[in-house]
């Protein structure tokens, strides 16, 4: 015979005090691990947002980075005229030789400044950017010392609002417009005019690299294939997504930080749900004598104390993630181990990761409450009774 759910929710609600502090405990911990995962996950959607299956990025070959790659200006006319590159309604072909170079950048939480990437683009190089629109203001003019900045930059760096100046270069840069280029990267970038920042630098002819756009996935491939067997040019390509895929090692430190830290609260959690319900078998002694000699089995005594120590974690785990639910969407930043520059993106709290804490609450309780559950379902019927 099993003993009614009833029962069980009644007693966590008459020991309301330590129910609370220990449910707290549990959602403490739960909230953390919630925390990292949103941000890993934040990191991962961003770049995987960023990579067009159809791009394919060109390096000068040993380069792991655009920022420490040259592309000379000769080497992209060659590029751009190789088969299999698809062409826009005015027939031109979908290139665009870029150059990224960062700046220093202060913020709020960042006094110190955080290196930022700035990308000299042609505007064939916005035009195959189509999750990109400028969002406030206007695009740059060709030729003028003039920025567009990602949202993400515009929301977390002050001195990067529309009329504002950044001094890099040879002199101040004004922000004329916004964009907003929905999860991708781009929104931790600002653009720029390529030839104007070109000759700003003072590398009008080594530039950084060269974004092409192949007419399929499979001319992608022969694209890449053709150029990584080509020794006059002496370069590397891979698909655009292939490139930021390499940059989610960033978050790896983070991720194993905050799973470790995670681990030693649960440890906690696990002793103090362990604690309760062990304080609770004390206390209800007679209880459990009762519920014996009722005709309640050993077994159903196990599992009653069992399913408490579970509810109790559940209502824990619920409100660890009732906790983190307000950082959806809340924008913070990353330094890139690839690009040296800081990556700016969303937390992202997924119907995934939700479950994946509520079970972690689970067996949290589960560790927690077993033990003293057997304990529970081992008394004696008559020391039991002894005990009123």
């Known amino acids: 015979m099993t003993i009614p759910l009833s029962y069980n929710i009644r ?44 791009h394919v990025l060109v390096l000068r070959r040993g380069a792991t980075a655009e920022l420490t790659s040259i592309i000379t200006r000769q080497w992209f006319q060659d590029l751009k005229l190789r088969p299999g590159i698809a062409r826009n309604e005015r027939g031109e072909p979908m290139a665009s030789l870029e150059m990224v170079t960062v700046v220093v950048l202060e913020s709020p939480e960042a006094p110190g400044g955080m290196n930022v990437t700035v990308r000299g683009l042609m505007p064939i190089g916005f035009e195959m950017r189509e999750q990109c629109r400028v969002v406030q203001g ?12 990602g949202k993400g930059i515009a929301r977390r760096y002050p001195g990067a609002g529309i009329g504002e100046e950044i001094d890099f270069g040879s002199g101040p840069w004004t922000v ?35 974004l092409l756009r192949a007419v399929d996935e499979a001319a992608a491939q022969a694209l890449i294939n053709e150029l990584e067997n080509d020794r006059r040019l002496n370069v590397s390509a891979m698909t655009e997504r292939a490139y930021y895929e390499q940059q989610q090692i960033s978050a790896a430190p983070v ?26 078998v004390a206390r ?41 639910l307000p950082l ?61």
């Open 255 to 280: 991720l194993a930080m905050g799973t470790f830290v995670s681990i030693i609260m649960a440890i906690g959690s696990c002793f103090a749900a362990m604690n309760t319900m062990y304080a609770a």
């Open 176 to 210: 004329v417009g916004i964009m907003d280029c929905g999860r991708s990267a781009a929104n931790s970038e600002i653009f720029a005019d390529l030839n104007q920042l070109a000759a700003d630098q003072h590398r009008s002819e080594a530039l950084s690299s060269a």
């Open 284 to 324: 209800r002694a007679a209880e459990i004598g009762t519920l014996r000699v009722l005709g309640f089995s050993r077994w159903g005594i196990l599992t009653s104390f069992t399913i408490e120590a579970l509810l109790l974690s559940v209502v824990g785990g619920v409100i660890g993630l009732l906790l983190v």
């Open 328 to 388: 959806t969407n809340v924008t913070t930043g990353l330094g890139n181990f690839v690009t040296f520059a800081e990556v700016s993106f969303n937390f992202r709290v997924t119907p995934q990761i939700a479950a994946g804490g509520i079970l972690f609450s689970l067996l949290m309780g589960l560790l927690g409450g077993l033990f003293p559950a057997a304990s529970a379902a081992r008394k004696q019927v008559l020391d039991a009774l002894h005990q009123v």
């Open 11 to 54: 007693n966590l609600i008459e020991r309301r005090t330590t129910t609370v502090m220990t449910a707290l405990g549990i959602a403490l911990t739960v909230a953390v691990l919630l925390a990292v995962l949103a941000f890993v996950e934040g990191l991962r959607t961003s770049l995987e947002a960023t990579g067009n299956p159809l």
């Open 138 to 149: 206007r695009m740059f003019e060709p030729g003028r010392r003039e920025l567009v900045v």
